[in-house]
């Protein structure tokens, strides 16, 4: 119904002509491109691989690879994992086809980033069970197992999830993961290449780099893995490779980081996250309600209106946007063909595509559904810029 929607086709391809930042979308799944596609969007600019592994019927593979005590334990775990992967982005690569051109629009695939309770048992639960196993004594066999469970999520176990062994640091930890998902990637663009005679733009993205030897060293990985599928098949394959800049360090390092990197797309979320250290799980439904102007809690304790905006939906243009504009700067100095996209909420949000806007970003992406309102907003920038200049 959107395409038949004239009028409002007319105004958006008007916003088209007009606009100087691109407008991608997040999308993890087939279905989400192809809504992205339809409301317009040029690009995915995340794909969050981590979703892909919540499903119901890898999950318990997901952990068996994570909790493995042997390497072999774990190889065996990504074996499994490597199909549903493949296919996942054979999907993706088909669905992100420009409906004009035919050419096939640029993907950006994020490398796994948990924060690992998320894919891990829970820990309490498990030790309800194992107390009441212990107290029956009925049954073993299986108190042995969930013992055996419950030491191993133990182990794993981090009182500060969101600053543990998130993003690039699991890879790191486990290179085995990045390989499977790096042989995951190639061969599906390899794949939707042979059959549709399309190229798809493969752009494979580092989660939570805060040093630029952490990405030097997923580089490596990666190259290495390029090289023996283009042995294998024969043909080269290609792909762009970058990065998120979504905490305080990597933006203040960012011209170090950029000699390694295609390109940066920008983690308002965390970014937002870390630098103002609010959690992004909590902060709003707690204490941020008071802190914002116009935003109520009811039942707390009188508003103390201490920040203007909340800075998790419009970007904080004196703190989180000073990082993002520095780190825009010292990329673009190091690296000037570097591309700079931004796909933290912000990058759907009016106000905030002013401001990445006025920094020079390349693109914004945003949720499929935002899609119509960041083209109409990247548009309304680049008018107002204009405006100011003249
Ligand atoms: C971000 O941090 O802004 C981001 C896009 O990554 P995620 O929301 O998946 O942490
Ligand atoms: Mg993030």
């Not at 086809?97 to 829970?122: K, Q």
């Not at 309800?128 to 066999?141: I, Q, S, Y």
């Not at 914002?292 to 809690?297: P, T």
């Not at 309102?373 to 309304?380: E, G």
Request: charged share 25%; proline share 6%; glycine share 6%.
């Amino acid at each position: 119904d959107f395409e038949k929607e004239t009028e409002l086709q007319k105004l958006l391809s008007w916003a088209d002509r007009i606009r100087k930042l691109g407008v991608w979308a997040n999308a993890d799944y087939p279905r989400d491109a192809q809504r992205a596609v339809t409301f317009g969007a040029e690009g995915i600019g995340l794909c969050r691989t981590e979703h892909m592994f919540m499903e119901q019927e890898r999950l318990p593979i997901v952990q068996k690879m994570i909790l493995a005590k042997t390497a072999e334990e774990r190889q065996a775990a990504l074996d499994q994992l490597l199909p549903f992967q493949r296919s996942d982005f054979i999907g993706i690569f088909e669905t992100m086809v420009n409906p004009r051109t035919g050419e096939c629009y640029p993907v950006v695939i994020r490398l796994i980033d948990p924060p690992l309770h998320e894919f891990l048992p829970n820990y309490e639960e498990l030790l309800v069970e194992v107390t009441r196993l212990e107290a029956t004594g009925t049954d073993p066999e299986a108190l042995k197992e969930k013992k055996a469970l419950l030491d191993a999520v133990a182990a794993m176990r981090e009182m500060n999830p969101m600053l543990g062994l998130r993003g690039c640091r699991l890879g790191l930890l486990f290179p085995e993961i990045t390989i499977m998902q790096t042989r995951a990637i190639l061969e599906a663009a390899l794949e939707v290449a042979q059959k549709t005679g399309k190229k798809p733009q493969v752009k494979i993205m580092i989660p939570l780099v805060g040093h630029v030897n952490e990405l030097r060293e997923v580089r490596r990985q990666l190259e290495a893995v390029a090289k023996e599928i283009t042995a294998e098949a024969g043909s080269a394959v290609e792909y762009k490779f970058g990065t998120m800049i979504e905490l305080p360090r990597a933006a203040l390092t960012a011209d170090q980081i950029a000699t390694v990197a295609d390109f940066f797309s920008f983690g308002t979320n965390d970014l937002t996250q870390t630098t103002f250290g609010f959690s992004r799980d909590d902060a709003e439904g707690k204490f941020l309600m008071k802190y914002v102007d116009g935003l109520d809690a009811p039942g707390l304790p009188e508003k103390v209106k201490i920040l203007p905006v909340n800075p998790f939906q419009t970007i904080d243009r004196d703190g989180v946007g000073q990082l993002v504009r520095m780190a825009a700067e010292k990329g673009r100095a190091a690296n000037p063909q570097i591309e700079l996209g931004i796909c933290g909420e912000h990058g759907g949000d009016p106000s905030s595509i002013e401001f990445f806007h006025e920094v020079g970003l390349d693109y914004v992406s945003c949720s499929p559904f935002r899609v119509p309102v960041a083209r109409l907003a990247a548009a309304q920038a680049a008018l107002s810029k204009s405006e100011k200049d003249k």
